[in-house]
Each structure stands twice: as structure tokens, then as C-alpha cells.
């Protein structure tokens, strides 16, 4: 690692960061966690070597057992790589930045740096919907959705796995209809003439409870996910797209706010998030 770069155990003396035996939370995972955060925070660079396990438990004072456990787990997330007789690196990472404010831009667009985005319809069917789908989008008892739901990746790594429900009946045929550039608001405004005008979200900290969740963003079960939850409207009061999306751990979201010139007047904010994913 880089001389000049601070050391874990100095992090975590300066962040007040300590291992608790006596925590819920198993000591392994906090030591993982705690490595995790050593790793994003200080933006340790692909290649860089990171500390032995021997290392990490000196400066812990835990098992060379317990040590294992947290680097293992860093390998099986994708923080670290091992070579044989080298040593243990931090890995591969990608990092792009994604607004959050626009809808109708395609998941290209909405990313910004290296690295090739793309996105794949992983599933598109006909349903009945749930009675909060139901509730979301002012449907009568009889209507049906369209359940559309789509990875997004960048350099074939997994970012954010997104279901999306719509009105089967307003948006007829739509099995049959492109998305364009990746976008479905793009589709529902050239292929519909339904253009989103405005879009409301909640950020929520939860785990992957869902295998298929899971599978899809490439992580294990009951991992740290950020779930999005959007509601598009048409208009002002015209719900149209309602989204539930899963951003795995290492994606962090920002907003940049920008006061009105009333000083009562509540601030508007433009929605960014910054994606710093590895494996």
C-alpha cells in the first residue's frame, strides 16, 4: 500500500471505530465491515496490497481464525483478489455516477465515467397487481399490470437490478414494444405519447431477503442493498410507472441542494448517486 496512505488501525483509532464481542453483530462481519469501509473511504486504488490476515489480527488483537473470516469475506464480495504467493489486493472496481433526478434518460446517460453500461430485461409479463401496486397507481379492481423488470450493468457488472409496474390496459401491447436506448420512460413517450413530467423517491437501507434479488446483483443473501422506491407521474397527479429498484452494497446516493431565493421557501434538489462497486 501507499506509504503516505493511512493505516487500518489508524483509521479506525481516528473514526473511533472497535470490535465488540459483546455485539449482536458476529466479530468477524465487524472486522469485515469495518475493512470495507477502510477500503471506500480511503479509495484504495485496484492493485494496491492490502494487509495480511496475520496483520489484521495483531492490529485487532482477534484470532488469525476470525481475521480469515473477514477477509474471506472480502474476497467473496469482490473487495479483494488473492494471488498466489503475492499476496492479497484490493480488486477491480468500477465507479460512475448516476443522476437521479430525470427519468426519461436512458441508463446510459445516466451514468457517468468509465466503463460500458448497458441493460437486459430480465423479465416482462402480465399480472394482477398487489393491493399497494394497486393503490400506487389508481387501478380499478379488474386492471392488470405489466411487470417489467431489468439489470443494469456496467462492464457486465451487475449495479441495479429494477422491477417497474405499469397499466397493462393503458399500455397495451407492450411485450411487443422496444425500449428505446434502455429507457422505458423514452418508450412510453414516443411509442404512447405519455411523457414522465415528474418522479417521487425513497431511499431505504434494507438486505437482500430475496434469493433472486440476490443472484441477480451477484451478492449473498441477506447482504447490506439500498432499495429505491420510485412513483412516475404524467402529470401532477397522473401516476403512470411505479419502481421498486435494488442497488447493492457500495453504492452511495447524494443530492446536490439548491435554495430558492425565499428564505421560507423550501430547497429543490437534483438527485446524483456515485457508484463505487467492486467484483
Keep these: 500500500m501507499n506509504a503516505e496512505r493511512e493505516n487500518i488501525l489508524d483509521y479506525a483509532k481516528r473514526n473511533a471505530y472497535r470490535l465488540s464481542p459483546k455485539a449482536s453483530v458476529p466479530l468477524y462481519y465487524q472486522l469485515f465491515r469495518l475493512c ?30 476470525t481475521a480469515h473470516h473477514a477477509i474471506q469475506e472480502l474476497l467473496d464480495r469482490g473487495w479483494l483478489r488473492r494471488t498466489r504467493g503475492r499476496g492479497t489486493f484490493v480488486a477491480d472496481g468500477v465507479y460512475a455516477e448516476l443522476t437521479l433526478a430525470v427519468e426519461e434518460l436512458s441508463f446510459p446517460d445516466q451514468c457517468f465515467g468509465t466503463g460500458r453500461k448497458s441493460t437486459r430485461v430480465v423479465d416482462l409479463r402480465e399480472e394482477e397487481p398487489s393491493r399497494q401496486i394497486q393503490k400506487a397507481l389508481r387501478l380499478q379492481e379488474e386492471d392488470r399490470v405489466t411487470h417489467l423488470r431489468r439489470l443494469r450493468c456496467i462492464d457486465d457488472r451487475p449495479v441495479l437490478l429494477s422491477d417497474s409496474w405499469f397499466s397493462a390496459s393503458r399500455f397495451p401491447g407492450f411485450a411487443e414494444t422496444m425500449l428505446v436506448d434502455g429507457s422505458l420512460a423514452r418508450a412510453l413517450q414516443q411509442q404512447y405519447g405519455t411523457p414522465i413530467a415528474r418522479c417521487e423517491r425513497r431511499l431505504e437501507a434494507s438486505e437482500a431477503l430475496a434469493q433472486e434479488v440476490a443472484d441477480h446483483l451477484g451478492t449473498p443473501i441477506l447482504s447490506p442493498i439500498l432499495v429505491v422506491h420510485s412513483l412516475a407521474y404524467g402529470s401532477r397527479s397522473d401516476p403512470v410507472v411505479l419502481t421498486q429498484a435494488y442497488a447493492r452494497e457500495g453504492v452511495t446516493f447524494r443530492s446536490d441542494v439548491h435554495p430558492s431565493s425565499g428564505a421560507c421557501s423550501a430547497p429543490t434538489q437534483v438527485g446524483r448517486a456515485s457508484i463505487n462497486r467492486r467484483s
Design 36 to 65: 470495507e469501509r477502510f477500503i471506500y473511504e480511503q479509495h484504495l486504488r485496484s492493485g494496491e496490497r492490502f494487509p495480511s490476515e496475520s496483520e489484521i489480527a495483531e492490529s485487532f488483537s482477534v484470532s488469525r481464525p
